[in-house]
């Protein structure tokens, strides 16, 4: 690793997609994520990829979609109401196993809401916002470190798995600075792409990409097929930080941001005798259900934290599967949990007999 630089989220996230190979970048402006646009405009030009700021969300998606054809890394990047504009443009490279990196730094809704951050983006991310029985790879990163490392992974996942993989963070991350620090060299994932529409010379017969299959036995062998890596993707990829939660008494989970504010609660937590743990899920698809069924009968009960009015609880709940009680703790608007609050709701459960 190098020298620390002090960089500011989004120009991290758009740094780290250089590093790990991408020269294709299509977006449109939206705040809070349009620095990593205004960087990839400019370090484009600089070592020859290419940078189009598309005439908007639709049109940018389905540049992704034509780039990401020809084995090309590639990256999109938007804000929750942009994002909801790609998702049929999503759901279409997600059936056509097109390997892309989009970034999504949400802010609050629903509409066109505000510009502060939230997560109320969960839903269309890890449920599929689109048509179609299909998964994207979500990863939530909780620093502008972890921005960094999570980015670079997220372009050798996508290759690996041919599938679109979202990096999705609050707009705190992409807009706070702190202090990152690169790798001399990115452990690049080298895969072979014999798919890819980037030209035969007559050697081989052509290649299409496509997510139309008319015939309903060929669609639905596709849907297994797509079904099966799925399940290779669970087994391999499931990302969780487990946070002092041996021997807890209460377990809070939360990622991004909200993560880190729960980890100052726990020391607020243990100066009154409260034992408390995180479970941060880095990957929330596929959602780390191992991590709670572990402690699900070992706790008083589980918290869930979020800056939405509740989505990732309903995978909390499944998780558990009845063994406990899951709580549930949010701010919307841009507002942000505070430690006070979370505090008080740990004492709650802490409580109980």
Same mark, same amino acid.
């Given at each position: 690793?190098?020298?620390?630089?002090?960089?500011?989220?989004?120009?991290?996230?758009?740094?780290?997609?250089?590093?790990?190979?991408?020269?294709?970048?299509?977006?449109?402006?939206?705040?809070?994520?349009?620095?990593?646009?205004?960087?990839?405009?400019?370090k484009?030009?600089?070592?020859?990829?290419?940078?189009?700021?598309?005439?908007?969300?639709?049109?940018?998606?389905?540049?992704?979609?034509?780039?990401?054809?020809?084995?090309?890394r590639?990256?999109?990047?938007?804000?929750?109401?942009?994002i909801?504009?790609?998702?049929?443009?999503?759901?279409?490279?997600?059936?056509?196993?097109?390997?892309?990196?989009?970034?999504?730094?949400?802010?609050?809704?629903?509409?066109?809401?505000?510009?502060?951050?939230?997560?109320?983006?969960?839903?269309?991310?890890?449920?599929?916002?689109?048509?179609?029985?299909? %998964?994207l790879?979500?990863? $939530?990163?909780?620093?502008?470190? +972890?921005?960094? !490392?999570?980015? =670079?992974?997220?372009? *050798?996942?996508?290759?690996?798995?041919?599938?679109p993989?979202?990096?999705?963070?609050?707009?705190?991350?992409?807009?706070?600075?702190?202090?990152?620090?690169?790798?001399?060299?990115?452990?690049?994932?080298?895969?072979?792409?014999?798919?890819?529409?980037?030209?035969?010379?007559?050697?081989?017969?052509?290649?299409?990409?496509?997510?139309?299959?008319?015939?309903?036995?060929?669609?639905?062998?596709? %849907?297994?097929?797509?079904? $099966?890596?799925?399940?290779?993707? +669970?087994?391999? !990829?499931?990302r =969780?930080?487990?946070? *002092?939660?041996?021997?807890?008494?209460?377990?809070?989970?939360?990622?991004?941001?909200?993560?880190?504010?729960?980890?100052?609660?726990?020391?607020e937590a243990?100066?009154?005798?409260?034992?408390?743990?995180?479970?941060?899920?880095?990957?929330?698809?596929?959602?780390?259900?191992?991590?709670?069924?572990?402690?699900?009968?070992?706790?008083?009960?589980?918290?869930?934290?979020?800056?939405?009015?509740?989505?990732?609880?309903?995978?909390?709940?499944?998780?558990?599967?009845?063994?406990?009680?899951?709580d549930?703790?949010?701010?919307?608007?841009?507002?942000?949990?505070?430690?006070?609050?979370?505090?008080?709701?740990?004492?709650?459960?802490?409580?109980?007999?």
């Amino acid at each position: 690793m190098g020298e620390k630089i002090l960089m500011k989220g989004n120009e991290v996230i758009a740094e780290a997609a250089l590093r790990a190979g991408c020269r294709h970048y299509f977006g449109y402006p939206i705040t809070p994520q349009t620095e990593v646009a205004h960087y990839m405009a400019k370090k484009m030009e600089q070592i020859g990829g290419v940078f189009v700021q598309a005439e908007s969300e639709v049109a940018a998606i389905n540049m992704v979609y034509g780039s990401a054809s020809t084995g090309a890394r590639v990256m999109t990047s938007s804000s929750s109401p942009g994002i909801s504009l790609k998702q049929e443009g999503i759901s279409y490279s997600a059936g056509a196993e097109l390997p892309m990196v989009i970034i999504d730094i949400v802010r609050c809704g629903p509409g066109l809401g505000g510009i502060l951050p939230a997560q109320c983006d969960y839903f269309q991310m890890v449920k599929g916002g689109g048509h179609g029985d299909y %998964n994207l790879i979500v990863l $939530a990163p909780c620093s502008v470190q +972890e921005m960094y !490392e999570l980015v =670079v992974d997220a372009f *050798n996942i996508a290759d690996t798995y041919r599938n679109p993989v979202v990096v999705m963070g609050d707009g705190y991350l992409g807009q706070m600075m702190e202090a990152v620090e690169f790798r001399d060299e990115e452990p690049i994932v080298k895969v072979e792409k014999p798919w890819a529409t980037c030209g035969s010379k007559l050697e081989r017969p052509h290649n299409t990409t496509t997510s139309i299959y008319i015939d309903p036995d060929v669609l639905e062998a596709h %849907n297994n097929k797509l079904q $099966a890596k799925y399940r290779e993707v +669970e087994k391999n !990829e499931t990302r =969780v930080e487990e946070y *002092n939660c041996e021997g807890a008494d209460v377990i809070v989970t939360a990622y991004g941001t909200v993560a880190r504010i729960v980890k100052n609660v726990i020391k607020e937590a243990e100066k009154e005798g409260i034992k408390v743990g995180l479970i941060r899920p880095i990957t929330l698809w596929p959602f780390p259900s191992a991590s709670y069924e572990k402690y699900a009968d070992k706790v008083k009960g589980f918290l869930c934290v979020e800056m939405s009015t509740g989505q990732m609880i309903e995978d909390v709940k499944l998780a558990v599967n009845g063994k406990n009680t899951v709580d549930f703790y949010g701010r919307t608007g841009g507002n942000v949990p505070t430690q006070a609050a979370i505090l008080e709701e740990v004492r709650k459960i802490a409580a109980k007999k």
